[in-house]
């Protein structure tokens, strides 16, 4: 924040709801399961709780709406935050959407346990919309409960601020909230149902849009409709692209496009996985939107899904995000062809996706392993038999990429003969190092050495590189065994690991010495444990 801006209590925010004064709302306002037709939204009130008690907020998201957090006001704070209290200039609606989830139309999902409450508008004249999620039924609840869990919530919470820092394109969290009421789930869907702590996050991004937003109009074939989202959508989020109009509509999918190709490099340099690329999960500005079953590579496998509910055909694994992303923006284009009325020019958009993923991965693997610039001749099959090498024995992504930084070249170009030197920078990566062996290490050290002497044709240092790689290559993540210890203790009362995991992951590039317990591959007991190494849909 800058000098000249002053912050503002709670009650001072202002607020400027673009979404619900511009675009139709659902004339019905009783709060019951329906189908709602040409209507953006439905007003609807969160419910109130019982005992609203804060256990995080994120004081950068604070300052993105010129917030100021008074621990003497944590009471009002939590209250406002959970739904129990609307603020004037609020006006609470959930959003109309429809989704492709698994492959399949699903028809009218919407925000069923999402509640907008309003936009704020900052002093740098920025929107900022805050939404609850897990504020009760909606319209959209379809047949469930509107409500969240703490295990689901801190995970969103922290996923969701740890994304931010590491520099990928996200929805942010606000806070998270304990509700005092305690909320039915049966995680794995085995008729096991336990009575679980109440949650709710508050999330904020310029817009909540989704890729089903717009689907929902053009399945129904209400097109005027969806020619206002999509006219509102240019003029409140993509100004800078002018007046809509059909070759604007044009320019508009196509950075759609361009935004989704540079999310999902992100993803794989960092080694997310969302775990449910739904279309009602991507959103129209290219942020990384629902933290449900997601979960971080640990072991290197670009096979590997998080999501029980997808074990059997691993469409959203690691490996295969990239095309998912754009089988979504091909539905995306399906629904906007009645304003194009032309596949080919949509095609070529979707082409430019394609071209953006492949340039940009190349340059993020070119940026992870600390070059200067990308050689195609020599670096394609470098990146490939890397992937190869990743895999050969269990290797964890984040601490074998951190620790290549430690490759030494400077000493002239005599070859490191022993293999067990060459490879010690790189040994605590492995989960079975006793299996870094024979024909393996061999490989292994083959590959280092091809590396050592590409980079010996780098001007940078070694200091000078690894610094560079550093800033690319975090040291810590939220890795799936810790958000675990942190619910644990959170399902106890204790909120100490979840805070502690936030200010951690408020620097995920610094080394933080005195934190290296956090940067520890997993345990053996997380390699099966539920919330670990495999994650539910039910939240
Ligand atoms: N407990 C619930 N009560 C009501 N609706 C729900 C609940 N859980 C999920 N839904 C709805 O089911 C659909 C798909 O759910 P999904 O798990 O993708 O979303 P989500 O985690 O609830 O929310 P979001 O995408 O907003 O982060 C959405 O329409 C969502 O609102
Ligand atoms: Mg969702």
Redesign the pocket.
């Known amino acids: 924040m800058t000098n000249q801006q002053t912050t503002r209590r709670l009650d001072e925010l202002q607020f400027d709801n673009q979404f619900t004064r511009e675009l139709p709302a659902d004339l019905e306002t009783k709060n019951f399961r329906r189908q709602v037709t040409e209507s953006c939204y439905s007003s609807v009130m969160p419910t109130e709780v019982a005992q609203p008690q804060l256990v995080a907020y994120s004081k950068e998201v604070a300052d993105l709406l010129d917030l100021q957090i008074d621990p003497s006001e944590s009471d009002q704070f939590a209250a406002v935050f959970a739904g129990n209290h609307v603020l004037e200039g609020m006006e609470p609606f959930?959003m109309c959407?429809g989704?492709h989830?698994f492959g399949n139309w699903?028809g009218q999902?919407?925000?069923?346990?999402?509640i907008n409450l309003g936009e704020v508008l900052n002093q740098r004249e920025e929107h900022w919309t805050l939404?609850l999620?897990?504020a009760g039924?909606?319209p959209?609840?379809?047949?469930?409960?509107?409500?969240?869990v703490l295990r689901?919530s801190v995970r969103?919470f922290l996923c969701s601020e740890a994304m931010f820092h590491l520099g990928v394109p996200t929805?942010r969290a606000l806070s998270l909230v304990l509700t005092g009421e305690q909320?039915e789930r049966d995680m794995f869907y085995d008729g096991h149902p336990k009575l679980e702590p109440g949650a709710v996050v508050c999330?904020v991004a310029p817009s909540?849009l989704?890729f089903?937003n717009y689907e929902i109009f053009a399945a129904r074939g209400d097109i005027e409709t969806l020619r206002k989202l999509v006219n509102y959508t240019i003029r409140t989020d993509f100004p800078h692209l002018g007046e809509p109009s059909r070759d604007v509509y044009l320019h508009w999918f196509e950075e759609v496009c361009r935004r989704t190709a540079e999310m999902i490099v992100h993803w794989m340099r960092v080694g997310f996985v969302h775990g449910?690329m739904?279309t009602?999960?991507m959103s129209i500005l290219g942020l990384t939107?629902?933290?449900?079953?997601y979960g971080w590579l640990e072991g290197y496998d670009p096979n590997w899904t998080p999501n029980t509910t997808d074990a059997s055909g691993r469409r959203y694994r690691f490996g295969n995000q990239p095309q998912i992303a754009l089988w979504n923006l091909v539905r995306l284009a399906n629904a906007l062809h009645p304003l194009i009325e032309d596949a080919e020019p949509l095609q070529q958009a979707l082409d430019v996706y394609s071209d953006r993923f492949e340039q940009g991965w190349q340059s993020m693997m070119t940026s992870k392993l600390g070059l200067s610039s990308f050689q195609p001749e020599i670096d394609l099959k470098m990146f490939e038999e890397l992937t190869e090498i990743l895999q050969l024995v269990e290797t964890d992504m984040t601490i074998f990429f951190r620790k290549l930084s430690l490759l030494e070249t400077e000493n002239g170009n005599q070859e490191v003969a022993d293999e067990m030197e060459l490879l010690a920078p790189l040994m605590d990566a492995y989960y079975e190092p006793e299996k870094v062996v024979g024909e393996v290490r061999a490989k292994i050290c083959n590959w280092i050495r091809g590396y050592q002497s590409r980079l010996r044709h780098e001007s940078l240092s070694d200091i000078a590189r690894r610094e560079k790689m550093n800033r690319v290559n975090p040291k810590y993540v939220l890795r799936n065994y810790l958000a675990q210890l942190a619910i644990d203790k959170a399902e106890q009362g204790d909120f100490s690991m979840v805070n502690d995991l936030l200010e951690l992951l408020r620097h995920p590039y610094d080394e933080q010495p005195d934190q290296d317990q956090y940067a520890a591959k997993r345990p053996d007991w997380a390699r099966s444990r539920a919330g670990c190494s495999m994650l539910s849909?039910s939240?």
């Open positions: 959930a959407y989704g989830q699903a999902l919407g925000d069923g346990r999402a939404q999620k897990g039924p909606t959209y609840s379809r047949t469930a409960d509107g409500l969240a689901s969103e929805t909320v999330r909540f989704r089903g449910v739904n009602d999960n939107i629902d933290y449900g079953p849909c939240s």
